[in-house]
C-alpha cells in the first residue's frame, strides 16, 4: 500500500465496503501467484507414483482453475469478473509441491485475487490428497508474485 492511502475496501465510517469501479476502463490485467504445498517423502512419492500422482496433480490443477473463477464467491468483497485466461502449473520437487497460477482478463479490476485462490485451491487439493498418508500436510508461503494493468500499473514482489 502507498503512503497516504486508506484501505481500498473501507468506508468513510470504517465499514467494508466494495470498490466501486464503473468510472474505471478495462485495461488488460495480468496477476501472477504461488504457494508451496509442504508434504512427507510419503505423500511426495504418491505423487510421484505413476497414475495416482498424475491424477493428484490433474485433480489439483482442475481445483485451481474452478477457485481462480469462483474467487469472488470465496472473498466477500472481490468483484465478479469475466477471466479470459487461466494456468496452472504444479510441479513436484524434492522437498514439496510448487503450485503458481497466472490469471488474465480486460477488465475495470485486478485478477490478483483469482490468481491467489487458484493457488490456495489447488494446494488444498493436494493437502486432501495426500491426508492419508501425512496429516501434517499444509499450504506454506502463499503470495502474489506479480500484478500488472489498470491504475496502479506494474507491481513485482
Given at each position: ?41 510419503a505423500g511426495l512419492q504418491l505423487m510421484r507414483d505413476g497414475t495416482a500422482g498424475d491424477d493428484i496433480v490433474s485433480t489439483a490443477r482442475t481445483a485451481g482453475l474452478l ?91
Amino acid at each position: 500500500m502507498s503512503e497516504g492511502r486508506g484501505l481500498s475496501h473501507v468506508d468513510a465510517h470504517g465499514r467494508a465496503a466494495m470498490v466501486n469501479v464503473t468510472a474505471k476502463s478495462p485495461t488488460r490485467r495480468v496477476a501472477r501467484a504461488r504457494c508451496t504445498v509442504r508434504t512427507s517423502s510419503a505423500g511426495l512419492q504418491l505423487m510421484r507414483d505413476g497414475t495416482a500422482g498424475d491424477d493428484i496433480v490433474s485433480t489439483a490443477r482442475t481445483a485451481g482453475l474452478l477457485g481462480a473463477k469462483r474467487a469472488a464467491s470465496f472473498i466477500p468483497l472481490c468483484h465478479p469478473i469475466h477471466i479470459d485466461a487461466v494456468v496452472v502449473d504444479i510441479t513436484v520437487g524434492e522437498s514439496g509441491v510448487c503450485v503458481a497460477a497466472t490469471a488474465e482478463a480486460v477488465e475495470r479490476t485486478g485478477v490478483e485475487m483469482e490468481a491467489l485462490t487458484a493457488c490456495a485451491c489447488a494446494g488444498l487439493s493436494i493437502v486432501r490428497a495426500v491426508w492419508s498418508v501425512d496429516r501434517a500436510a499444509r499450504v506454506d508461503d502463499l503470495v502474489l508474485l506479480h500484478k500488472s494493468g489498470g491504475r496502479s500499473g506494474t507491481w513485482n514482489r
